[in-house]
Structure formats: C-alpha cells, structure tokens
C-alpha cells in the first residue's frame, strides 16, 4: 500500500501532539543508577485500534525488573483508569 501511495481512511488519534501552553518538566532520573525492584516505576499509555474506534491502554512498569506492576483498559481518554491502575499499583 504504501508504494502506491495508499494510506487507511480510519481515524488516527492525536495523543502525543503536547499542547503549547502546557510546560515541559526536566528529565529527573539522568545520572541516577537504577539498580533495584520499586526504585523507579514508569507509565505509558498506548491504543489500541478496533473496528469502532480505539481501546487505550495504561501500563505501570517497574524498570529495574521490566514487569509490569499494574495495567488497565478504558475506552476513554479520561484520566480514571490512569489513576486505577496506580492505585493498584501502590497496593501491591
């Protein structure tokens, strides 16, 4: 498809365009040596296409070890799946 020029018609969400009047925070963690379990944790949020739209999914990671400490899906992009899944998080 691509070489004919061909793209798919389907919408394609806007997530990571950041607005302009939203501030950008520094990198906190350069230079720190991440070396144990619960030391530093991430998050992300990626979607999912489906056929009517898209499934967002958020993931809380701990990166000494790479797994994933909690997840959740939404069909929104509130932010109350986001703050489940660090609730179970921090429980566990």
């Not at 070489?3 to 365009?17: A, D, E, F, H």
């Not at 009047?21 to 350069?30: C, E, R, S, T």
């Amino acid at each position: 498809m691509a070489r004919m020029g061909l793209s798919p018609i389907y919408q394609k969400p806007r997530t990571s365009v950041p607005h302009p009047q939203h501030p950008v925070y520094p990198y906190l963690l350069k230079g720190l040596a991440i070396n144990r379990p619960n030391q530093v944790w991430c998050a992300d949020i990626t979607y999912i296409p489906m056929r009517r739209g898209f499934l967002y999914l958020v993931a809380i990671m701990d990166w000494a070890t790479g797994k994933v400490v909690a997840w959740r899906l939404s069909n929104t992009m509130e932010a109350d799946f986001c703050i489940e899944a660090r609730e179970e998080a921090l429980e566990h």
